[in-house]
């Protein structure tokens, strides 16, 4: 049960961060294409691949199993927005705007590819600099 409060826990904290990261880019760079969700699912994604590198059973920082659920799950769950970013590509194609539904959908996929190798890289760089 205790898990169940860390995820929610966790999920909140993801949920404002989203809420507030991706608000922040709307108010920037307008909300034409959606580009915060872009961006917050990018982020996401490196946060996850670096945490999840450097405390996975190889990595250098040990932390509990509950840790783990509350950032990996919750926060991050919370924080990355695929629902969104499906409900945005689909309005996209409904309103004709094909190719920012395409590119929306390519660039999320690849960036976030992208991003969560980087952030299993950089892990494995700092880690391994530690270790020397």
Known sequence: MLNYFWVGLGGALGSMGRFWFSGLIARHFGETFPLGTLLVNVSGSLLIGFFATVTGPDGRWLVSPNLRTFFMIGICGGYTTFSSFSLQTLNLAQEGKWLC????????????????????????????????
Not at 118 to 132: D, E, P
């Open 101 to 132: 539904a395409g590119l929306n959908a390519l660039l999320s996929l690849s960036l976030c590819l992208l991003a969560v190798w980087i952030g299993h890289w950089l892990a494995l760089t700092v880690t391994a600099a530690k270790g020397n």
